[in-house]
């Protein structure tokens, strides 16, 4: 009895050790003085003609104030630590402008070099991931190198950098705006390229796509919940059997320990008498079959940027999906 509940022991560690390592972020290194979304940074860009939200986190009951084009909001830390102002409408803005946040007697940060234009959402699979000095793109990138610093278009890159796919959604995330456009999604930068021809404004790309990835990973949990179809209500279900907090789950998981057992129990009987071992029990309860299962890249890739202000979002994804055009 006691190898039998050892062995349930080990099951039961390396599947939360699963569920804990959809990727591991990295190293943590000091807190910045005010911990913030993490789309806001140095070199950002913010949407235009819109009411702009911005949030963070600071200790409980801490009011917290942000600073940014002759715009002054305050809001008040929630008992979780969550802050939220909402800037008014934003004029368009190609000039580096400051943006200070600062808590009430205490902390204050400054992020430099933000503009104001437009913002899209670039997400999906390897196609929009392939980054422009791997394309056809790699010839405007010649044309850039002749160019001053001041003659490049305005065009900026965010990606957050600390987790691709993860079992629940990420608040706390880190990521940083590039101007290395070679690097950029050669789909959304030529896209943005295009934008910026044609509207004369600065253009952001909030990134958040990955290869190899089906359109099930990129679909919040929400987007299951109400379904009418059969397919969408059949991953809802499995989200459930995830989620500890619910009775599916409670189910799910002793009916899966329960399998397990069963097997090994036979196994035992067969290895003193003599016969052929049955297969124990590997496939666990929920959506933890990879972490490219349903809603792993949304939680990680794009919960910790919503509700970063948007003009709209361009998608690219497909292939993941090749076969499934009737729940696609």
């Known amino acids: 009895m006691k190898i039998l509940t050892s062995f349930a022991s080990r099951l039961l560690a390396l599947s939360c050790a699963f569920a804990l390592i959809a990727v591991a972020p990295a190293q943590d290194e000091a807190p910045p003085a005010i911990e913030l979304g993490a789309p806001f940074g140095d070199s950002a860009v913010l ?3 819109q009411a702009v939200p911005v949030w963070g986190w600071s200790k409980s009951g801490t009011e917290v104030t942000v600073q940014f084009a002759s715009q002054k909001k305050t809001a008040k830390a929630d008992k979780e630590g969550k802050w939220m102002v909402k800037l008014d409408k934003l004029k368009t803005n190609a000039k580096p402008a400051e943006m200070k946040i600062s808590e009430k007697g205490g902390k204050s940060r400054v992020l430099k070099d933000i503009l104001v234009g437009e913002v899209w959402m670039a997400s999906g699979q390897s196609n929009m991931q392939w980054i422009l000095s791997k394309s056809a793109g790699r010839e405007l990138l010649k044309q850039f190198s002749e ?8 065009i900026r890159e965010f990606k957050v950098s600390n987790y691709y796919a993860h079992l629940h959604p990420i608040e706390h995330a880190k990521g940083g705006w590039s101007k290395d456009f070679g690097n950029f999604s050669a789909i ?107 809603t792993w890249l949304y939680n990680a890739r794009l919960h910790p940027v919503v509700p970063y202000a948007i003009s709209g979002c361009i998608w690219n994804q497909g292939y993941a999906n090749m076969g499934e055009g009737l729940s696609y």
């Not at 160019?147 to 305005?154: G, N, Q, T, V, Y």
């Not at 949990?221 to 397919?231: L, N, P």
């Not at 619910?246 to 397990?260: G, L, Q, R």
Request: charged share 25%.
């Open 147 to 154: 160019m001053e610093k001041d003659e490049l278009p305005a």
């Open 47 to 49: 949407q235009q003609g």
């Open 188 to 294: 959304a930068f030529a896209f943005a390229h295009k934008l910026h021809g044609e509207l004369d404004v600065p253009i952001g790309i909030l990134n958040c796509s990955f290869s190899q990835t089906a359109i099930e990973a990129w679909t919040p949990r929400i987007g299951y919940k109400d379904s009418k179809s059969d397919y969408n209500k059949a991953i809802a279900a499995k989200l459930l059997e995830t989620d500890p907090s619910t009775p599916e789950h409670k189910k799910a998981w002793n009916a899966f320990y329960d399998s397990v057992m069963e097997a090994v129990e036979q196994n035992q009987k067969i290895a003193k008498e003599g016969g052929e071992f049955v297969e124990i029990p590997k496939k666990t309860p929920g959506n933890m079959s990879s972490n490219r299962d349903a």
